[in-house]
């Protein structure tokens, strides 16, 4: 049974329980799918976006231990488990307005 993903392509969102805490609380947008894919500490294969980060004096760590290598980015792969939207998924946002309602709202606005 497949989860129910946290983002979308476009979405607005923060960063959570990342495991290299310099990227907690980043705001990033989902700008690519990368897909299912294997990320580590993790069992199985799960969906990895492509972020960019919102803030201008925010940057993205990736730390590669086997390489010595502390990569520094504004844009970087999240897997959406670590990721939650800030701005409602698409279609999430919609409000249905009936005549009657329109008209009381207007009258109620004089």
């Known amino acids: 049974m497949a989860s129910k993903l946290n983002c ?3 979405s607005i969102a ?3 329980n990342a495991k290299f805490t310099p990227n907690l609380g980043k705001i990033v947008r989902v700008i690519e799918s990368y ?3 294997p990320w580590h500490e993790m069992e199985g294969l799960v969906q990895v976006w492509r972020v960019e980060v919102l803030c201008p004096d925010s940057v993205l760590h990736y730390l ?3 390489r010595h290598h502390l990569e520094v980015t504004f844009t970087g ?4 488990c670590y990721l939650r939207p800030i701005v409602p998924l698409s279609g999430q946002l919609t409000f249905d307005f009936y005549e009657d309602a329109l008209i009381t ?3 109620s606005a004089l």
């Open 64 to 66: 590669y231990p086997k």
């Open 77 to 80: 792969p999240i897997p959406d």
């Open 8 to 10: 979308e392509i476009g």
């Open 14 to 16: 923060i960063t959570v």
């Open 105 to 107: 709202i207007e009258e």
């Open 35 to 37: 897909g299912l894919m």
